[in-house]
């Protein structure tokens, strides 16, 4: 069993910054990706940033968030991180953390394996 564990949420001006932290336990993986996706209320789930794990780093960002987010991990913490800069208020949403156990990242979600509970992201204007 793995539990995804995110925080960091919670309420920003526009114009501000946020970091969510995912903290992976429950199985090592050997090499895996995970992913950030959103939630906005009335609206599908949909991809924000992914990284891969093994050896050389792969990143993967909506075009949405590309040059204000940012994808990172700690291998020694089990741990990802999502560095949101310049938020806007169409970045409201409940944010997932995702893991799959393959070093491919996806901008799926249904080729995700494992699934935390979601934290809440509110940027005001």
């Known amino acids: 069993q793995v539990q995804l564990v995110e925080s960091g949420g919670g309420l920003v001006q526009a114009g501000g910054s946020l970091r969510l932290s995912c903290a992976a336990s429950?199985?090592?993986?050997?090499?895996?990706?995970m992913g950030w996706f959103r939630q906005a209320p009335g609206k599908e789930r949909e991809f924000v940033a992914a990284?891969?794990?093994?050896?050389?780093?792969?990143?993967s960002y909506a075009d949405s968030v590309k040059g204000r987010f940012t994808i990172s991990r700690d291998k020694t913490k089990n741990t990802v991180y999502l560095q949101m800069n310049s938020l806007k208020p169409e970045d409201t949403a409940v944010y997932y953390c995702?893991?799959?156990?393959?070093?491919?990242?996806?901008?799926?979600?249904?080729?995700?394996?494992?699934w935390g509970q979601g934290t809440q992201v509110t940027v005001s204007s």
């Open positions: 995702a893991a799959r156990d393959t070093i491919v990242v996806s901008t799926t979600p249904r080729e995700y394996d494992y």
């Open positions: 429950g199985r090592t993986f050997s090499s895996y990706a």
């Open positions: 990284i891969g794990w093994s050896g050389g780093r792969t990143t």
